[in-house]
């Protein structure tokens, strides 16, 4: 039982280059989520996924698009990445409104040059 | 403007000792309140959670006490152990009166560092 997969777990890019983080769950789970995690920052929400179908932006939402491709993926692209999209990037997965708790991959490391 | 806030970015334990991280948040419509922990490397994981309705929640040696009329929250630890030491995020929801699928907004986390 993997829980939440992200995929890759190291990038590094290129200004300019473009790049998708795919992330897939097999908890079942109707949201999903994108945050990326800078230093001195805590976790900060990019895209979030209420249900199939269904994509809402988060806090910080510039520079990126998400996909909810089924039930259990939900991708994150960066078309046209920055130096400041820099950062470590989470998929978490969530039941809604059952607890609240939401269950994190492992990350993802992303370098822009 | 931070809705959730963690004032100290780090905080250093004796073993054996109880460790205090503290928790502020500005949004009066949080009503869901979590712990998360995270060691270098890996995913946060889930601690501990209370409730609005509830002003204390234990789980083994952790225990989060909530002041909602000062909008205060706190993780006590006790005994503290070294496998304690990681850094520990606050977060939030309004789990009930916004639909809990909008996600977490979380703190910047503490780091907690265990003397052994």
């Known amino acids: 039982n993997a829980g939440v997969t992200q995929t890759p777990k190291f990038q590094v890019l290129k200004t300019g280059q473009s790049m998708t983080l795919q992330c897939a769950q097999d908890?079942?789970?109707?949201?999903m989520y994108w945050y990326r995690q800078d230093p001195g920052m805590g976790l900060r929400l990019i895209y979030y996924?209420?249900?199939?179908?269904?994509?809402d932006k988060g806090e910080v939402p510039n520079g990126y698009n998400v996909s909810r491709l089924n039930k259990r993926e939900f991708s994150l692209r960066l078309e046209s990445a920055a130096p400041s999209q820099t950062s470590v990037y989470f998929c978490?997965?969530?039941?809604?409104?059952?607890?609240?708790?939401?269950?994190f991959g492992e990350g993802s490391r992303l370098t822009v040059l | 403007d931070q809705q959730v806030k963690q004032n100290s970015p780090s905080l250093s334990v004796q073993e054996g000792r109880i460790s205090i991280l503290n928790c502020d948040y500005t949004?009066?419509?949080?009503?869901?309140f979590l712990w998360y922990k995270k060691y270098p490397a890996e995913g946060p994981t889930f601690l501990i959670s209370?409730?609005?309705?509830?002003d204390k929640n234990e789980d083994g040696r952790f225990t989060v006490f909530l002041n909602k009329s000062a909008k205060h929250l706190s993780l006590h630890i006790v005994p503290s152990q070294p496998g304690d030491s990681a850094v520990y995020f606050c977060?939030?929801?309004?789990?009930?009166?916004?639909?809990?699928?909008?996600?977490?907004?979380f703190g910047k986390g503490t780091h907690l560092i265990i003397q052994p």
């Open positions: 978490a997965t969530g039941a809604g409104r059952v607890t609240g708790e939401l269950f």
């Open positions: 908890m079942n789970h109707n949201s």
């Open positions: 996924s209420a249900s199939e179908g269904t994509t």
């Open positions: 949004n009066s419509m949080f009503d869901y």
């Open positions: 209370i409730s609005s309705i509830k």
């Open positions: 977060a939030a929801s309004e789990e009930y009166s916004g639909g809990g699928a909008d996600g977490l907004t």
